[in-house]
Nanobody, 125 residues
Framework: QVHLVESGGGSVQPGESLRLSCTAS????????IGWFRQAPGKEREGVLC????????HSKYRAEGRFTLSRDSANNTVYLQMNKLQPEDTGVYFC??????????????????WGQGTQVTVSS
């Protein structure tokens, strides 16, 4: 069973940046889709960005475009979510997830069958 561990969350002020990491217990990044999801207080979980396993192409939810980028370090089994110019509405628990039967990613929760425990991001002044 694949385990995912997120890290890098914290409390920042509006306009600041954070980089979240998602490290997998096995070598999966070059094959299967990885997604980042966010759950804001009182809201349903939503997709933010994902990366194809086969070609590394990323896909983003419109609100994340231009401020959030996703990259991977396959040698270290780690995917990074770089978040710039953070705003209070970016506050939430961020989860990474792995789709064991998909190479191409989509921002749909039901595509993903392994999830990390989440890391809290709080943006406030």
């Amino acid at each position: 069973q694949v385990h995912l561990v997120e890290s890098g969350g914290g409390s920042v002020q509006p306009g600041e940046s954070l980089r979240l990491s998602c490290t997998a217990s096995e070598f999966i990044l070059d094959y299967y889709a990885i997604g980042w999801f966010r759950q804001a207080p009182g809201k349903e979980r939503e997709g933010v960005l994902c990366i194809n396993g086969n070609d590394g192409t990323t896909h983003s939810k419109y609100r994340a475009e231009g401020r959030f980028t996703l990259s991977r370090d396959s040698a270290n089994n780690t995917v990074y979510l770089q978040m710039n110019k953070l705003q209070p509405e970016d506050t939430g628990v961020y989860f990474c997830a792995f789709a064991s039967d998909r190479h191409y990613c989509r921002l749909r929760e039901h595509d993903y069958d392994y999830w990390g425990q989440g890391t809290q991001v709080t943006v406030s002044s």
